[in-house]
């Protein structure tokens, strides 16, 4: 007999739905009843791409098809538990992993997406949940807070040493790749304030120069601040400082540079940390203080440049004055000669000592002059002025090149609040006589290469901050611009909110009640799975050895299972996609048929009240047609009915107790016969008389 797990009281065959893909197999008419007759109650209806020039998905099923489909499960008695959002939805922060940019039209087309969907889910399934794929932007997996707790994940073997970091240009939403680890930038060797006043007492013995922790104008600094020259401190945020940073010079007079590596850009980020906390809380990251050296250096370059061309500009332009008023003294004197004595004011201009010189009037010589200095002067300021632009515009992009994370979980969290809200006025409708039950939007955890949200933890950060953008939404009057608008320091203006609801303002918990009823993720037990090949081996320091595979095996379970139980406890799922697999591949094997441990998963998200509960395990289904189903029905030991049918004990029937019998009667194994014992396939008359 088969023994089941422990499970008090057991999932029953109606507790386990299935799905079925818009357009792979036929319509939702035959693919659902075709899950219908191999004895599944519950369903999730995933749309799907067109196939064969059918249309597939949500849009294309009108009203009379959508009625027709809430007949057939009333008819049959079952329940559509779920829609699945089309998987070209990749994400709702807008990322496009092609262009390496955050697109708004790619946001709002898949926000459009999932609101069809939401409606879809209303008028079809009643309610439920719409499940979403994530992903939303890419992220190094070994610095991530999650892989610091005991449990190390790498994205790749190099990753610690070749990772690269991301920036986006918040103004455009274009992604652009700063630094990778393993790299060394150099940059001015600027004094620091200690080093500078320890230099200046040791050639002066003067006592003003010692150091005291105090600069010139009696400022508290710390030794690593810089310094200008009159030892005053340079507040590094200040681009317009900067420049009086003062450069170390080595013995031939020239400027010294040093070589910077990752962990001086994360020594650096600590110290402004301290130095410059942020209102939000958010720390300083390497990768900001990176792009910040090279955009100092460009800064730096550009207002030398804008100096250089500006050196001597004003006495060009006084050169000029005087040459005009030259120029008017000539030109009256020229007029007042006669042309045979002009000669004698003639002057002559020399170009090289192998050319003869030139002779002209003053009035001429003059002239090619003038022309000269205002074509100095223009070019002077045209230099500058570029160089002066180009300087300002870097000093402008500090305040709008942020981390990816920060500028792609803020999309993120808008977006599913808006699906949230979307999702809260679809449930109040009635239909059929009947108000409809509460639908949820449901993020699924993807696979782990594909970006945040795939990481359990990611995945509870997204639900808990979205319901929290949500309340702010129904909550607050106005709100940071939703149409990304800014004021002339680059900052979100606030707008009138389409989204308040004076109810919720006066209630703000209501809205918080609202907003988790209407946020809950979907959990994938086998994308969970697949985070197996990032999972890394301990050193055991005590015994001198690394992990065995088997002992690594076993405490990616234990961490398995305490995600579960995270998210369980925060009340983060919704809905579980039931899957299993055999390595830490993509899998789809019915649960018990893999490695990991699904059954204990969807326990404990039984205990913590979740019922949606689908299998995806079709991987099967080749080998036996209904094994996505009987699988996983024999992996929880479930309850099938009373104890009529196999079983006469009286107590209710699983049903390992019933597969593969016949009236209560179990079918004995199968024997097979190989080699030379084995009959010939070639089928003869007993007579041996040919047919023909």
Avoid: C
Avoid at 99 to 109: G, I, L, P, W, Y
Avoid at 359 to 373: A, F, G, N, V
Avoid at 491 to 503: A, G, T, V
Wanted: net charge negative.
């Amino acid at each position: 007999m088969f023994d089941s797990p422990k499970i008090e009281p057991p999932v029953s065959a109606q507790e386990i739905g299935a799905s079925v893909i818009d357009g792979q197999q036929g319509a939702f008419r035959q693919t659902v009843q075709a899950k219908i007759r191999g004895g599944v109650s519950k369903i999730e209806l995933a749309g799907g791409y067109e196939q064969g020039g059918r249309p597939a998905g949500s849009s294309s099923y009108g009203r009379e098809a959508r009625e027709e489909l809430r007949e057939i499960a009333r008819q049959n008695e079952v329940t559509f538990t779920s829609v699945h959002s089309p998987t070209h939805v990749g994400n709702l922060s807008g990322f496009n992993p092609q262009a390496r940019k955050f697109n708004d039209e790619q946001r709002h087309e898949s926000l459009e997406e999932i609101r069809r969907n939401i409606q879809f889910a209303a008028e079809v399934a009643r309610g439920g949940a719409v499940v979403v794929h994530t992903g939303e932007f890419p992220r190094v997996m070994e610095e991530q807070p999650w892989s610091q707790n005991g449990y190390k994940f790498l994205g790749y073997s190099e990753e610690p040493g070749r990772s690269a970091r991301f920036m986006v240009d918040d103004r455009t939403g274009q992604v652009f790749e700063t630094v990778r680890k393993n790299q060394i930038v150099y940059e001015p060797d600027w004094y620091t304030a200690k080093e500078f006043y320890d230099d200046r007492f040791k050639q002066t013995k003067d006592d003003r120069w010692k150091w005291t922790g105090k600069d010139r104008e009696g400022r508290t600094i710390n030794p690593t601040d810089l310094i200008d020259l009159d030892g005053r401190w340079i507040d590094e945020q200040d681009a317009d400082r900067l420049i009086e940073r003062v450069p170390k010079m080595d013995d031939k007079g020239q400027m010294q540079t040093a070589p910077r590596d990752w962990d001086y850009f994360e020594e650096k980020a600590k110290i402004w940390d301290k130095k410059y906390p942020r209102e939000d809380g958010r720390s300083w990251r390497p990768e900001e203080m990176w792009i910040r050296t090279m955009k100092y250096q460009e800064i730096g370059q550009s207002r030398g440049i804008a100096n250089y061309y500006s050196h001597g500009v004003e006495d060009a332009v006084k050169q000029r004055e005087k040459i005009k008023e030259a120029l008017k003294f000539y030109e009256k004197l020229e007029a007042s000669i006669p042309e045979d004595e002009k000669w004698k004011i003639m002057k002559q201009q020399r170009y090289s000592e192998f050319l003869p010189p030139e002779t002209k009037e003053p009035s001429k010589w003059l002239k090619e002059s003038l022309r000269e200095t205002e074509r100095r002067i223009r070019h002077a300021h045209d230099g500058a002025s570029s160089a002066m632009a180009r300087a300002n515009q870097a000093v402008d992009d500090l305040r709008h090149i942020v981390p990816i994370a920060e500028y792609g979980k803020k999309r993120t969290f808008l977006s599913y609040a808006e699906a949230g809200i979307e999702a809260m006025h679809q449930s109040n409708r009635v239909i059929d006589g009947k108000k409809i039950d509460p639908i949820f939007v449901a993020p699924e955890n993807i696979f782990p290469e594909m970006g945040y949200g795939s990481h359990p933890e990611e995945i509870m950060e997204l639900v808990q901050q979205s319901r929290e953008k949500m309340v702010e939404l129904l909550t607050k009057p106005k709100v940071d611009s939703l149409h990304w608008k800014t004021d002339k320091e680059g900052k979100l203006i606030k707008e009138d909110n389409p989204y308040y609801n004076p109810d919720f303002a006066n209630n703000p918990e209501k809205a918080r009640e609202i907003a988790e009823q209407h946020i809950k993720a979907t959990f994938d037990t086998q994308h969970v799975g697949m985070w197996k090949k990032h999972f890394q081996p301990l050193f055991l320091e005590n015994e001198h050895r690394w992990e065995t595979p088997e002992e690594t095996e076993k405490r990616f379970n234990g961490w398995y299972k305490e995600q579960v139980q995270k998210l369980a406890d925060n009340n983060i799922v919704g809905h579980v996609h039931l899957v299993d697999a055999i390595d830490s591949g993509h899998g789809h094997l019915p649960a018990g048929q893999g490695v990991f441990p699904v059954v204990d998963a969807v326990e404990r998200f039984r205990k913590a009240g979740v019922k949606s509960i689908i299998s995806e395990g079709h991987g099967e289904e080749h080998m036996e047609m209904g094994r996505q189903q009987t699988a996983t029905w024999r992996a929880f030991g479930s309850y099938i009915g009373s104890g009529m049918y196999g079983s006469f004990s009286g107590r209710p029937t699983r049903w390992p107790d019933v597969e593969k019998s016949y009236f209560h009667y179990k079918a004995g194994p199968a024997y097979f016969v190989f080699g030379a014992y084995a009959p010939s396939n070639e089928w003869k008359l007993w007579s041996e008389v040919p047919l023909e």
